[in-house]
């Protein structure tokens, strides 16, 4: 299942706590059921919990499936049942939606409600089902699948799937705070002495940018399309849009490039500069935006924070200290580039 659907539960004194997410944009909702041979029926008797999703808001619905609906309707509908969800809440993000509930292991709804057993895995069937969109449907579920689970215990569970959400972030993390502030530190404190420091420099800049493509495509995959709908997924745009120019400004330099000039040319080296430098700072403000967006735990993002900030001091530092102790004329530092081209 490509959903990257996910449960996670948990009891307390009879109450259990359930999450519930799936990588889709679209109404999604879960069924549990008891069967004889315990197995997965998809059939009436199931006990659906089912959240929607509209431009006011969303709702999460205790659903029963009777016998001869395509579709199962809300428990106050039938005759004796009864809503038995506690409390409940739901919100869509970054490409996934996902709701929260309570109810209690037994209810005193005999007729719209199933139980849900503790002991060894069968007890339940649970079935999760999704949509593609947040149109809810009007015949009959079309993406539907099932699992058996063991109440018994807190417990997570996720269906089979890449979880592009992972991808995304780890490659996007390697490329704007590891691999673009590493090849910017190379060219700009190891030119002088190292002869090395260009071909580091351009493989380091050219592996980022392989793996921005990786992010972007898993970007897409996960919330099913282009979309500009957040800050995050602006300033990310604007930032990769930045990156790539800067690349390009990058190779017109070093094709261009002459050892005996005697300044350096605003276009393309000082823009070149310039515009890497601001890819470096955009990259990691759309790294925090991205962990709000999620709802990252605060102390990761400060510490995240205080890493960039020490960073740029420590640079301020050098700037400093190669300004008032190491300066060179210009000559020198230019004619060291035709050493190794």
């Known amino acids: 299942m490509k959903s990257g659907f996910q449960i996670q539960w948990e009891n307390i004194n009879g109450t259990v706590t359930f999450v519930v997410s799936a990588n889709v944009l679209s109404w999604i909702g879960i069924g549990l059921k008891i069967g004889p041979d315990h197995k997965f029926h998809q059939s009436a008797g199931i006990d659906y919990v089912i959240a929607t999703f509209d431009k006011n808001g969303c709702q999460v619905n205790d659903m029963y499936l009777q016998g001869g609906d395509l579709l199962p309707i809300n428990d106050t509908d039938i005759l004796n049942g009864r809503n038995d969800i506690i409390s409940s809440s739901c919100f869509q993000t970054a490409g996934y939606s996902t709701f929260i509930f309570s109810r209690k292991l037994e209810t005193v709804d005999l007729v719209a409600?199933?139980?849900?057993?503790?002991?060894?895995?069968?007890?339940?069937?649970?079935?999760?089902?999704?949509?593609?969109?947040?149109?809810?449907?009007?015949?009959?579920?079309?993406c539907v699948q099932g699992l058996v689970p063991n109440f018994a215990a807190p417990k997570v569970m996720t269906s089979p799937g890449p979880n592009y959400f992972s991808y995304h972030v780890g490659f996007m993390f390697a490329a704007f705070a590891g691999l673009l502030p590493l090849g910017i530190f190379v060219a700009r404190y190891l030119r002088d002495s190292q002869k090395w420091w260009f071909p580091v420099h351009i493989f380091l800049q050219l592996t980022g940018m392989i793996f921005t493509f990786i992010g972007i495509a898993m970007a897409v995959k996960m919330v099913g399309g282009v979309s500009l709908?957040?800050?995050?997924?602006?300033?990310?745009?604007?930032?990769?849009?930045?990156?790539?120019?800067?690349?390009?400004?990058?190779?017109?330099?070093?094709?261009?490039?002459?050892?005996?000039?005697?300044?350096?040319?605003?276009?393309?080296?000082?823009?070149?500069?310039?515009?890497?430098?601001?890819?470096?700072?955009?990259?990691?403000?759309?790294?925090?935006?991205?962990?709000l967006q999620v709802k990252v735990g605060q102390g990761i993002i400060v510490v995240f924070g205080l890493t960039f900030a020490t960073i740029v001091v420590a640079c301020l530092i050098i700037e400093l200290y190669k300004w008032k102790f190491q300066s060179k004329p210009k000559e020198n530092i230019e004619l060291k580039r035709s050493e190794y081209e």
Do not use: Q
């Open 229 to 291: 709908d957040n800050n995050h997924a602006i300033l990310g745009t604007t930032t990769l849009c930045l990156f790539y120019i800067s690349i390009v400004l990058g190779a017109t330099s070093h094709f261009n490039w002459n050892p005996k000039r005697k300044s350096t040319p605003i276009f393309p080296d000082i823009i070149h500069w310039l515009g890497g430098h601001l890819t470096l700072i955009f990259g990691f403000v759309t790294i925090i935006l991205g962990m």
């Open 113 to 142: 409600d199933n139980d849900l057993v503790f002991g060894a895995e069968g007890s339940n069937d649970l079935i999760w089902v999704y949509g593609k969109n947040n149109t809810y449907p009007t015949v009959g579920f079309d």
